[in-house]
């Protein structure tokens, strides 16, 4: 087995993000950067699945994706800051479609999951988003 698939499994077990957090400094930045793209897609791929049964809960995979996605590209530019600081650091180096794509993460996570202000129809609208962060970041780290 290998290392990413071994923390993968790890992470089936505890929050997939807190085993991505776990192994950063512990691997090679190009490694946490693929196992954190990995997650985000996994992420999309749960809101996807989830939708049907619950908007609200799709709406917090949504989120996580792009958390992951943003730590993904603060892990490639070796940008060390509080998650919360990283889209303005990053939307200087790539642009404006970083911060962007955290406003809406966490309009997802707020209106969307914690308050459930959000109807399905929006998610699905910021599903696309989400997606298009995630094709951005690939870009930008490839």
């Known amino acids: 087995m290998k290392l990413v698939e071994a923390i993968l499994e790890i992470g ?3 929050a997939r993000e807190e085993a991505n957090d776990a192994v950063e400094g512990k691997l090679d930045a190009e490694e946490v950067v693929k196992i954190r793209l990995d997650t985000a897609d996994f992420y999309l791929e749960q809101a996807k699945v989830t939708m049907d049964h619950s908007h ?3 709406s917090e995979m ?3 994706a792009v958390v992951e996605g943003i730590k993904a590209l603060g892990d490639y530019f070796r940008i060390e800051r509080e998650l919360r600081e990283l889209p303005t650091y990053l939307s200087d180096i790539l642009g404006d479609w970083v911060e962007n794509a955290w406003e809406i993460g966490k309009r997802l ?3 969307g ?3 459930e202000f959000m109807q399905k129809d929006d998610v699905l609208s910021y ?3 989400v ?3 995630l094709k951005n970041c690939r870009l930008a780290v490839l």
């Open 127 to 129: 599903m696309k988003f």
């Open 131 to 133: 997606e298009d962060f």
């Open 109 to 111: 996570h707020y209106d």
């Open 62 to 64: 949504l989120f996580r």
């Open 12 to 14: 089936r077990e505890v």
């Open 56 to 58: 609200t809960l799709a």
């Open 113 to 115: 999951y914690i308050f």
